[in-house]
Every structure is written in structure tokens, then in C-alpha cells.
């Protein structure tokens, strides 16, 4: 007899006779179905789940960058038998010590990307070139030898930033993300742009600055789309640095004050300046990479020179050392000389491009705030020797000059206004700041000075959105789905389906990959409330065919009418024999669309 029989036996039996117990199947079963209602009711819409794994990947890339730091600090006291600010440590070193150190550290970071790079199949990929022109993918090996190499530059006291690792390794967990999860191109990308918002946010303690740098600079586009999930990364990753490091902005300042309006035009020569010095700042960094590409020797030579200038100038002054964030704060607080500041200014330009230079890896987003902050100090003590009644603060010019100076050097005006706010907490500073970095972006622009990261933007590898819109097709961004069952499936091994992918379909496919339906979570629903019923159904009764079904040839703009016309976020992908193989979500052809068409517009305005 079956449980259904015996169930109906109990029920209209003898009242007096107690109801045989449930079996153990029956009881799992019912359990199974209480958890398929549950998800039926709470589960993720599928536009919405891109979020999610944006605050993960937040979380996971904050992580990462903590990681990095404390690693970076163990390796300092091995070279110095010292941890904290690079200044400091470089003072408390002999002289011998402080041009053996970056020395060592050179040779050492030169030697791991040499021979790291013996054992790694592909090219080392930045996440600019990943997102901005691959397809997300980046490679686990290469980034790991590029943040090794990293490591021992910046812990030896490299002039170089550190943001360039942060940001690379909270990228390459987002992409392993992705990874695990299949995600088409599009998706991939949009997540490992998260991942270095993520990096940057963390590095800066400024979750809208870091969305913007990605929206702006890399990604290209400021569309909600792809901005609402930077930005939830962002704010993720700065909550978990926070946690560690607290709440203070990195450069508070809260003396800035406006004189008058007529400081406002000053702001504005200022952002002339900025935005000339900006051009210049790049042809140096650009000649002394050609510089050091010229000298005889392999890679690790190269890099061992490199950290001897910056150790030869770390012996005349320190201040050259590290990223120069800490002397940028001793800039804010103290009374440097204007000799001083026009000295450490060559100073620190020089060990950078010794750095960047010799091919250490890193990034050169603090430096340029250096060299801003010092190119606006300087501008202030010039104009206030020349009208002494003016009355200037060399510091408030100081601010805008690091503002100016970024919006200048990355071609990014907003990002860099909004993250100097963010890195100040100085309200009074915004009015200036505006006027600033606009002109020197302006001014940037005209010269045609290149962007910082021009040319990761420009190399890299090729992908999808290299093609034109009409090239690309539903087979270049469908997911190759194993969400699928057989027509003979139960309905326990349905649900049990549904629960573990989270998805709202399940693909029905003969043993040959013939396709044969799709089941619907919303299809299931009424079959959560009759358990006794489900145990004879199998996937070939509910299964339904009326989906609209996508070649593999079709173009993207046929597949968007075909999705406008349908209910469902998912479609399945089937060839020419009727074999299943994939299916193509609404937004990854929303998304797909939205980043040729914006590719197609840069290349018709360049």
C-alpha cells in the first residue's frame, strides 16, 4: 500500500485507532518542501543577486588589503628590525642601512618577478586591462607574483604606492569569485570592477572616491547598473577597514577657510599650474621607464639600481621613502620651509621615477598626491611673497593642489574632488577643489597629457568587447548551465535542486543533452502544499516548453527584443539539433549592450 493509501486509511479509520507514524522518507520530505517554500517566498530576484556578491566581494577584498599590510609589516622588520611609518624607520637607520636596504629590497622584489614569472603559463594581467578590455578573468599565479614582487619593494621603502597591490588582490578575489559562480563576461567584469573599489576604498577609507576612480576611470560609465554595485562594494569595504583601523580620515584638516572670493581665482591659477605640472609629472615618470629600459642587465639589475638611487637619496633625507602619505600629513601639521618643500618635492619625484622606473611593482596614486600637495604649498609661499597682504595659507593650497593635481593626472575631475572630501572631511574645502580640479583637468586635457593609467587601459588582453555590436552573439555570454535534470526526475530531487542553486529554473534535458523544458520555481509552488501528492510527480509533468528559446548565432540586439516580449530573467541558448547548451540571462545582455555601445562612443569621440 502506498503512503497516500495509508494516509487516507488513517484519516477516514476507526478515530479511536492512533495514525500510523510517519516514515523517516516522508518526514525528510516534508522538511525538503518547508525549505522550497521558504526560498520560493525570500529568494533573490536575479537582477538583484549582482548586489550580494558586490557586498562580498567588498568584504573579501577589505580582507585582502589588511592581509597584504600586516604581511608587508613582518617583512619590514625582517629588512629594518623596525614596523611603522618608512620616515621614521629610515631616521632611526644608519647611514649604511639606508641605502642597503631598498637595495636588497629591490633585488629581492626583481629576482621573485623574474623567476616567478618562469612558472606562470599567462602574462601577468592588470585589473585595469581586465575590466576595461578582458573579460574579468584574472590569473591567480601571475597576480600573486606581482604582489610578492610588491611586497618586498614597498617594505624596503620603495617611493612607490601601495594601492597597486591592495587593489590587484581585491580584485583577484572578486574574479575568483566570479569564477566559482560562472558568471558570463559581462558579469565578470562588472564584479571584479568591484573588487578594485573594494582595494581602493580600503586603502583610502573613501567608499564614493573608490567607486568613482572604477566608474570613472576603468569602467568607463557613471550608469547606476554598474555604479549601485561599486558603490555597495566600496561602503562594505571601508565598514571592515574601518573595524580595524578605525574611523579617522587619513588627512583630517580642519582649519581650511575662504578669504574672500577673489582666493577664488587664485584656486583657479592654481588649477592652471596643476593641470601643466600634471603633463610633466607623467613625461618624467614615462622617460624614466625608458631610461631604465635601456640600461644592460636582467630584470632583477634593473630593480637592484633602482632601489640604490632611492637608498642614495633616503641617506641625504628619509622623507623620500614609502609612498610619501606621512610626509604629506607632516606637510598639513608643520611649518616646512619653502627651500625644504621645493627640496623634497625634486626629491621625492626623482626616487619615484627610480621606482616606477626600474619596474617595481605599485602604484603612483599617493605620489601624485604628494606631488600635488608640495606643488600647491609651493604656489601659496610664491604668490604670498610676491602680495604679502594677501595673507595666503600655503596649507589650504596645499589640499587643493592635491586635488587639482589628481583630477589632472587620472582625467578623472569628479573622483578626485569627492575622494580629497573623503580624505578630509573638510566641507569648507569643496568650492575651491571644484574650481581647481576642473580648470587642471581642463587644462590637461587641452595639452593632451595622457592619463596615469593610460596605458593599462590601452594593453592587456582582448576580449568580446573589442568586437562590434553587431559581431557579437547569445554563444559569446551565455553561461554554460549544469542546473539541469532529466525528465524522469522526482519532485524531492526538484526541490533538492532548487535549494542548493538558488536559481528560478531548472533546465530539463534528455541523457543526449536534448532539450526537453524548463521547470519553473514559481511552477513548484503549488505542489509545496500537498506533500502526499509531490511524491508522484516527476519533472516530465510540470515541465513547460513555451520559453522562448535562443540559437547560439543570434545577435544581441534580437535577443533583447526576444527578452522585452518575455517574463522570465533567464532564457535557455539551444543549437541547431535541439540540444541544450547554455542559457543567457536579461542582464548580461543588458549589461553586454551597454559596454559596446559605450566602447563604439569612445572610439568614434578619440
Known amino acids: 500500500m502506498s503512503g497516500r493509501e495509508e494516509n487516507h486509511g488513517a484519516a477516514g479509520g476507526d478515530p479511536s485507532q492512533p ?60 629588512l629594518t628590525q623596525r614596523v611603522g611609518g618608512y620616515v621614521e624607520t629610515f631616521h632611526a637607520m644608519s647611514l649604511e642601512q639606508r641605502v642597503l636596504v631598498p637595495t636588497v629590497g629591490g633585488l629581492l622584489a626583481g629576482l621573485v618577478l623574474m623567476l616567478g614569472t618562469r612558472f606562470v603559463r ?76 573594494a582595494g581602493l576604498a580600503s586603502a583610502y577609507h573613501a567608499p564614493l572616491g573608490g567607486a568613482l576612480f572604477v566608474a570613472e576611470i576603468v569602467v568607463g560609465s557613471i550608469a547606476m547598473e554598474s555604479f549601485g554595485p561599486l558603490l555597495l562594494a566600496s561602503v562594505t569595504a571601508t565598514l571592515t577597514t574601518q573595524a580595524f583601523e578605525g574611523v579617522e580620515p587619513i588627512y583630517a ?66 622623507e623620500v621613502t614609502g609612498n610619501g602619505g606621512s610626509v604629506i600629513r607632516i606637510l ?20 619615484t621615477c627610480a621606482a ?48 587639482s593635481f589628481l583630477a589632472a593626472s587620472t582625467r578623472a575631475p569628479v573622483m578626485a574632488i569627492v575622494m580629497l572630501f573623503e580624505m578630509t572631511l573638510s566641507y569648507s574645502l569643496m568650492l575651491p577643489l571644484i574650481v581647481g580640479a576642473v580648470i587642471a583637468y581642463g587644462v590637461a586635457r587641452a595639452i593632451g597629457a595622457d592619463s596615469l593609467y593610460g596605458e593599462s587601459l590601452r594593453s592587456g588582453p582582448r576580449s568580446i568587447f573589442d568586437r ?9 555570454i551565455m553561461r554554460k548551465s549544469t542546473n539541469r535534470l532529466s525528465p524522469g526526475a522526482s519532485f524531492g530531487a526538484i526541490a533538492g535542486r532548487f535549494l542548493r542553486t538558488g536559481m528560478g529554473e531548472i533546465w530539463v534535458t534528455e541523457e543526449s543533452g536534448r532539450w ?4 519553473l520555481l514559481n511552477d513548484v509552488e503549488p505542489f509545496l502544499k500537498e506533500p502526499m501528492l509531490a511524491e508522484t510527480i516527476i ?3 510540470i515541465l513547460r516548453e513555451d520559453l522562448s528559446r535562443l540559437p547560439p548565432g543570434l545577435h544581441l540586439a534580437e535577443a533583447l527584443a526576444l527578452f522585452s516580449k518575455s517574463p522570465h530573467e533567464r532564457l535557455p541558448v539551444i543549437d541547431d539539433h535541439g540540444n541544450f547548451v547554455g542559457a543567457v540571462g536579461r542582464a548580461d545582455v543588458y549589461l553586454t549592450i551597454s559596454e559596446l555601445t559605450r566602447r563604439a562612443g569612445t572610439a568614434a569621440n578619440a
Open 253 to 318: 584638516f580642519s582649519g581650511f577657510a575662504v578669504q574672500g572670493t577673489w582666493e577664488i581665482a587664485l584656486y583657479g591659477l592654481l588649477g592652471l599650474v596643476c593641470g601643466a605640472t600634471a603633463w610633466l609629472w607623467m613625461q618624467v615618470l614615462r622617460q624614466g621607464k625608458l631610461a631604465f629600459g635601456r640600461l644592460p642587465g636582467p630584470l632583477w639589475a634593473r630593480m637592484a639600481t633602482g632601489g640604490l638611487i632611492i637608498g642614495l637619496l633616503a641617506a641625504w633625507h628619509p
Open 19 to 78: 495514525a500510523p507514524a510517519e516514515t523517516a522518507t516522508l518526514k525528510q520530505f516534508r522538511r525538503l518542501l518547508w525549505l522550497a517554500r521558504f526560498v520560493t517566498r525570500w529568494r533573490i530576484p536575479d537582477q538583484h543577486r549582482l548586489l550580494v556578491w558586490a557586498i562580498v566581494v567588498g568584504a573579501l577584498g577589505a580582507l585582502a588589503a589588511q592581509g597584504f599590510k600586516h604581511v608587508t609589516a613582518g617583512v619590514q622588520w625582517l
Open 516 to 519: 526537453r523544458g524548463a521547470i
Open 539 to 541: 519533472a516530465g509533468d
Open 122 to 197: 599567462r602574462r601577468a594581467t592588470d585589473y585595469m586591462e581586465a575590466v576595461a578590455l578582458g573579460d574579468g578573468d584574472l590569473p591567480v599565479q601571475a597576480s600573486l607574483v606581482k604582489s610578492a614582487s610588491a611586497l618586498f619593494s614597498i617594505a624596503s621603502g620603495a617611493a612607490i604606492g601601495r594601492e597597486g597591490p591592495l587593489v590587484q588582490l581585491a580584485a583577484l578575489a572578486a574574479s575568483l569569485v566570479g569564477r566559482l559562480r560562472r558568471l558570463a563576461p559581462a558579469r565578470q567584469r562588472l564584479l571584479v570592477a568591484c573588487g578594485a573599489a
Open 468 to 476: 562590434g555590436l553587431a559581431e557579437v552573439t547569445v554563444g559569446d
Open 356 to 403: 616606477f622606473g626600474s619596474g617595481a611593482v605599485g602604484g603612483v596614486f599617493t605620489p601624485s598626491l604628494f606631488v600635488g600637495a608640495f606643488t600647491g604649498w609651493l604656489f601659496a609661499w610664491l604668490a604670498g611673497a610676491a602680495w604679502p597682504a594677501l595673507g595666503l595659507s600655503p596649507l589650504d593650497f596645499a589640499l587643493v593642489g592635491m586635488g
Open 332 to 351: 598639513l601639521g608643520s611649518d616646512y620651509g619653502p627651500g625644504l618643500v621645493a627640496l623634497l618635492l625634486l626629491l621625492k619625484v626623482a626616487a
